[in-house]
């Protein structure tokens, strides 16, 4: 028995004359694509399987859907790692601006980890502190080298910093994070008495230059090209126009202050990593984000004083010999 009867028979659960079976029938594809019995016959009938080439057909095609799917996949995550990025930086932005409008358009006081400073003085502008602190990229610190109470452990392009000051949180609270504010923009124009450290008379020159580079408030012209907090290695962002880049990727060293409110140098390298695709994403005093390129952040406005065509630029005769070598791939500005 073949064919139509025989599968009527299957759908029976009927078994065939002579005590063969159904499943023992071999089948062939119908014109329809359906699997018809070709051959009965008493005892076993053999079931043609998949020869050693068609299974190698069939696993090179799965690798090359694999090899076309997984930089899709990679780019897909990278992208959504971006735009939430962006939108914790707009959201500091956005806290940013309403201070300035309950505080006579004052900017705030951003040193990370003070206990009324940073995003802690932003808390109540914002949802959730934490979440908004960390990059999707960069979400975990380094691991701690010592064992001192005070202690900063800065990040790279993978990691976030992290800072404890005094460990009693009374004046510095722990703060882990992935961005820095730009020290740049704080209000420095209290009387020297009310900051943290009273300036020794010896540097009040020192002070007052160092004043004058400070916006001190967000309703300035240019808004839109002055950064106000960007992905960063550490929570300390001061940049000069001269700041060296960094001779590795993932090197933060800094130059020491001379003096108490001198400021750290070379701090522009906090900002110099591939943590998006070449770059790093900025927001601005006008709560406006994107994406600014490794070599593009010496063209920015950082303070009053700075010099958009220095040294390291294209304007002020920077060549692609005088940049680091693992930066030297980069796009030049």
Known sequence: MCGRKA????????????????ANCPREPSPAGLLQVTQCRSGTATVPGFTLIEL???????????AVLLPVTQRARSHARTVTCRSNLRQWALATIAYAGEHNGKAPWFWFGHANGGTFLLESYVSDRERLNLCPAATRPLPRQDSFTFSIVDGDKSHAWWLDYDGDGTRYSP???????????????????????????????????HVAKHWRTLDVPGAYSIPLVADSASGTLNPYDADSPPTYEGD????????????????????????HNAGVNMAFLDASTRKVDLKESWTLRWHREYDTAGIWTRAGGVSQEDWPTWMRRFKEY
């Open 56 to 66: 190698l057909v069939v696993i090179s095609i799965i690798a090359v859907l694999m």
């Open 252 to 275: 933060v060293f800094l130059v020491s202050p001379v003096a108490l409110y001198a400021e750290w140098r070379n701090t522009m390298k906090h900002v110099c990593m591939d943590r």
């Open 175 to 209: 703060t882990t994070s992935s961005y820095a504010f730009n020290g740049w923009v704080e209000n420095w124009a209290e009387p020297p008495g009310s900051l943290v450290h009273p300036v020794p008379k010896d540097e009040m020159p020192l002070w007052r230059d």
């Open 7 to 22: 599968i009527a028979t299957r759908q029976r659960g009927i078994s065939l004359p002579g005590g063969t079976s159904y």
